[in-house]
């Protein structure tokens, strides 16, 4: 399974992949990096962010946040998840029936063997650091700022 330094900054990951898929219609990220300071995901996209989109996608994922949504886990049939959710990313070892299926609240549901916060109200205020386009993919690096009278 793969390690995750941050349990907050990968649950800000399903936010961000669903709102920039949503948003955008570009899909989950291909690729993504989670640290605990700052993060990245990478996207297949013809361009970079308007800036505009970029202020959509953090008022979205802040105000998912804020909404105090419940993180949740449970198996789900293969052959459902197939038909329900995007697999693309699925590690090899993830093969099996069934699959363990990751939900925050009625806003994202991914098949994931990570661990997440209990809910997002942990995870503080989203904001996008930067973002760059190059050869059809846009990347997206973000960090989690502590909410007020919280340390991160």
Partial sequence: MKEYADPRMHTAEH????TVADLLGCGRAFSSHIERKKSKCDYRFGRDLTP????????????????????????????EAERTLDL??????AAGDPL??????NYDA???I????????????????STGWA?????????LDAAPGKTL
């Fill in 52 to 79: 505009e989109e970029r202020a959509e996608i953090e008022r979205r994922v802040n105000a998912a946040i804020a909404a105090d949504l419940p993180v949740s886990s449970g198996l789900v049939a293969r052959a």
């Fill in 114 to 129: 990570g661990v997440h916060a209990a809910s997002t109200a942990e995870l503080g205020t989203f904001r996008i650091v």
């Fill in 135 to 143: 050869d059809g993919v846009l990347r997206v690096r973000y960090r």
């Fill in 100 to 105: 363990r299926v990751v939900r925050i609240g």
């Fill in 110 to 112: 991914c098949a994931c």
């Fill in 88 to 93: 693309a990313r699925l590690p090899e070892d």
């Fill in 15 to 18: 936010l961000l992949n669903r």
